[in-house]
């Protein structure tokens, strides 16, 4: 039997112990982050862009086309993707406006898909899902830790 991968398992423990927002702002329990109105639409441009790459990492892997998910998860998620925006002025950059925490998440984000990408070329099904596990437990984490509105 092979070892659990130590981030999904620390995902699901961290998002264990979190209660689930409910509806109303006002009783929302998660973080407040304020970020400028610039910085705000990088992220949610960049987020658009995650939940596509999502969505083809889950398609290649259903035709078998795993070296091909392992792929879309380096560049597009992976390690080699992080600090894309130090080239924009420091009022559009998400990053300026995080705390250290959720900074660290973000980077978990990026560790989680270039693991995922490793695994995947095994080509082992399992070890694949559980490795992409480990991404969608990022967004997961972050998702019911912050807002930013
Ligand atoms: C480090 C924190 C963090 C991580 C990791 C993260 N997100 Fe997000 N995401 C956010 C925040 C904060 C928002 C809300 C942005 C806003 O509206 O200001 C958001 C919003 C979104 C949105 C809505 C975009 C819109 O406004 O239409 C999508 C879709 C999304 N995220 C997908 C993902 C996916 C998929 C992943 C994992 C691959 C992911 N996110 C990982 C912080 C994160």
Request: include cysteine.
């Amino acid at each position: 039997m092979k070892p659990l991968p130590v981030l999904p398992v620390l995902f699901a423990m961290f998002c264990a112990v979190l209660p689930a927002p409910t509806l109303a702002a006002d009783a929302d329990p998660r973080q407040f982050v304020e970020m400028a109105p610039e910085a705000r639409a990088t992220l949610r441009a960049e987020m658009l862009d995650n939940q596509l790459a999502l969505h083809q990492i889950i398609g290649a892997l259903a035709e078998g086309k795993y070296a091909a998910a392992a792929d879309i998860a380096e560049k597009e998620l992976g390690i080699g993707a992080m600090g894309k925006h130090r080239q924009l002025p420091a009022n559009a950059r998400p990053g300026m406006f995080m705390t250290d925490e959720m900074h660290a998440l973000g980077r978990a984000s990026h560790v989680a898909a270039s693991d995922f990408a490793k695994l995947a070329r095994t080509g082992d099904p399992a070890t694949a899902l559980t490795a992409l596990q480990g991404i969608t437990g990022a967004c997961v984490a972050c998702h019911r830790s912050y807002r930013t509105q």
